[in-house]
């Protein structure tokens, strides 16, 4: 996937939007900060997802972390390669690291997402303030 092409929460994760269906992953930064990953809960396919909302937690070599949901929606479809490979989430991100695929139950969810620029911005800013 390009991320070019993707929509980001303020909570490090992307949207590839196909039609009512959200494919859902973290971004390359996100990964980066948490370290290795070890171990990921998958949620189980049929569960009602709200915005905003824990979808899943990642446990790094570093620390537990909650990955949100970026938009509303239905799980259709977990990524089981990611049991017995939670690394993938580290090496390909946004390619085979994704985690579930939604079927939105509220496209305007997408109008609170941020476009790659605005998200790479985003970021900036929130490194500045490190300083």
Request: hydrophobic share 35%; net charge negative.
């Amino acid at each position: 996937m390009d991320p070019e092409e993707l929509r980001y929460s303020a909570d490090h994760e992307w949207v590839k939007v196909e039609g009512k269906q959200a494919i859902v992953g973290i971004t390359e930064y996100a990964q980066s900060e948490l370290g290795d990953i070890v171990y990921l809960e998958l949620p189980d396919v049929g569960t009602e997802v709200v915005m905003e909302e824990e979808l899943t937690e990642i446990e790094s070599t570093k620390t537990t972390s909650p990955v949100l949901a970026p938009v509303s929606g239905k799980i259709i479809e977990v990524n089981d390669e990611l049991k017995e490979s939670p690394q993938l989430i580290n090496e390909d991100p946004y390619g085979k690291g994704w985690i579930v695929t939604l079927k939105m139950t509220n496209p305007d969810d997408l109008e609170n997402l941020m476009s790659a620029k605005e998200y790479e911005e985003f970021i900036e800013q929130g490194s500045d303030d490190d300083r």
